[in-house]
């Protein structure tokens, strides 16, 4: 069922809710990373917000501690977030085909692991404007926080900042398991996608965990829709 584009932006900013106050918690962690790197509080909160991303900034973050290059700089980043570009191909299958390029754009801006989740796991086709009402959450939460955390970073003790850490792994579980539970399918691919990021850590710790994730989703994703391919009606709305 079609549904309009302010309902489509209520139910986004609802179900970014969570996603927002976690990212604001976790955040702080980058936040302190970004103040041994030398950042302030502005420079931290414009990171977060043009680059919505954990991985992609610690890895940005510790290069600039190091006095890297710019070109240093933007291939690190490069490659933490490569695994983004995966994500929106996925979504761009959600989409209506006459969705215009310009949401395409925008809704590519801020795609994270957390709003990819809760998008693939909306039923029948993607109204860009729920992301947008997730990214009203998502963006200020993630941004401010890193901003707060370079504030607070040297006054936190390091238990509690090990344990602001804790809070991303709980909203992973909170965004896998119902569609696990749902299709069998999608649990044993989440299964295997555990089992098989645990090995190629231990096997092949060179390669980078960006790397390591754009590599096995190609695999595992590969390999499932080729043995339970999905039928076209079955996407309809």
């Known amino acids: 069922m079609l549904i309009s584009n302010r309902q489509a932006l209520v139910d986004g900013f609802r179900d970014g809710i969570p996603i927002g106050l976690v990212y604001f918690v976790v955040s702080f962690t980058l936040g302190i990373t970004a103040k041994h790197a030398g950042l302030n509080p502005f420079q931290g909160f414009l990171t977060s917000f043009f680059n919505n991303a954990s991985a992609g900034e610690y890895a940005g973050f510790i290069v600039i501690a190091a006095d890297a290059s710019y070109w240093e700089i933007a291939l690190i980043t490069l490659v933490?977030?490569?695994r983004y570009m995966l994500m929106s191909t996925v979504l761009s299958q959600k989409f209506s085909p006459d969705t215009p390029f310009y949401h395409r754009i925008f809704v590519g801006f801020d795609v994270t692991d957390e709003i990819f989740g809760i998008s693939v796991a909306r039923e029948g086709k993607l109204n860009p404007?729920?992301?947008?009402?997730a990214m009203l959450t998502a963006l200020p939460g993630w941004s401010v926080g890193t901003a707060l955390g370079i504030f607070a970073g040297n006054i936190l003790p390091p238990s509690a900042v090990s344990a602001l850490g804790v809070a991303l792994y709980g909203m992973f579980l909170a965004i896998i398991i119902p569609p696990a539970k749902k299709?069998?399918?999608?649990?044993?691919?989440?299964?295997?996608s555990f089992a098989a990021s645990f090995a190629a850590e231990k096997f092949f710790p060179l390669i980078s965990a960006g790397t390591r994730t754009i590599i096995l989703?190609?695999?595992i994703a590969g390999i499932v829709a080729i043995i339970y391919p999905v039928k076209e009606n079955e996407n309809a709305t």
């Open 183 to 192: 299709d069998k399918i999608i649990g044993a691919a989440v299964a295997v």
């Open 129 to 133: 404007f729920y992301n947008y009402g």
């Open 80 to 82: 933490a977030n490569a």
């Open 217 to 219: 989703t190609i695999l």
